[in-house]
T-cell receptor, first 114, second 115 residues
Framework: GDSVTQMEGPVTLSEEAFLTINCTYTATGYPSLFWYVQYPGEGLQLLLKATKADDKGSNKGFEATYRKETTSFHLEKGSVQVSDSAVYFCALSDGGGATNKLIFGTGTLLAVQP | GAVVSQHPSWVICKSGTSVKIECRSLDFQATTMFWYRQFPKQSLMLMATSNEGSKATYEQGVEKDKFLINHASLTLSTLTVTSAHPEDSSFYIC???????????FGSGTQLSVL
């Protein structure tokens, strides 16, 4: 079945460092891909998404490009801040839309130190 | 933005007891709610989908008689873990989707520890 694999954390960076969190997926169809973020004590929030190959999702300085050839959707940010410390979940939708069932990765804890 | 409140955030119980987790949509009517659980170092896994006023649909391998889901109103869904055992210890998260909104909104999760 469909699945998502993301890099294990925790990822510890200094402020202003470059961030990459790897995410690869396995899917039989043409899924939509998502990154969710969970700040301490809060629910998961949609960070960005991409619905087809070569789409780039971006928000709050984060970017991820839907790469069908490598089945990847890596999350990047050029300069992280302490406030970016959170757990990041990569996910895919089996129905192609944000409202359908989501299949998640394990989550990656990011800790940014001042 | 829309808020989903999940309660409690943390619960410890004895083996054999039942635990109820509530998920409320605070500023919208949630026609569909999803329940997930996450074991340590594993993915968030969908357990069941519930639509208001109808029986929940459970994912393969999830025991419906053990994980009772009630979605009797448009703002509240509950998950009851009946006769909990240590292997049920996990992180449980709900999410809700409104009638007019395409987005999913998530609760902050409940960490269940069964002794």
């Amino acid at each position: 079945g469909d699945s998502v694999t993301q890099m294990e954390g925790p990822v510890t960076l200094s402020e202003e460092a470059f961030l990459t969190i790897n995410c690869t997926y396995t899917a039989t169809g043409y899924p939509s891909l998502f990154w969710y973020v969970q700040y301490p004590g809060e629910g998961l929030q949609l960070l960005l998404k991409a619905t087809k190959a070569d789409d780039k999702g971006s928000n709050k300085g984060f970017e991820a490009t839907y790469r069908k050839e490598t089945t990847s959707f890596h999350l990047e940010k050029g300069s992280v801040q302490v406030s970016d410390s959170a757990v990041y979940f990569c996910a895919l939708s089996d129905g192609g839309g944000a409202t359908n069932k989501l299949i998640f990765g394990t989550g990656t804890l990011l800790a940014v130190q001042p | 933005g829309a808020v989903v409140s999940q309660h409690p955030s943390w619960v410890i119980c004895k083996s054999g007891t039942s635990v109820k987790i509530e998920c409320r949509s605070l500023d919208f009517q949630a026609t569909t709610m999803f329940w997930y659980r996450q074991f340590p170092k594993q993915s968030l896994m969908l357990m069941a989908t519930s639509n208001e006023g109808s029986k929940a649909t459970y994912e393969q391998g999830v025991e419906k008689d053990k994980f009772l889901i009630n979605h009797a109103s448009l703002t509240l869904s509950t998950l009851t873990v009946t006769s909990a055992h240590p292997e049920d210890s996990s992180f449980y998260i709900c999410s809700a989707r409104g009638q007019r909104r395409g987005k999913l909104f998530f609760g902050s999760g409940t960490q269940l520890s069964v002794l």
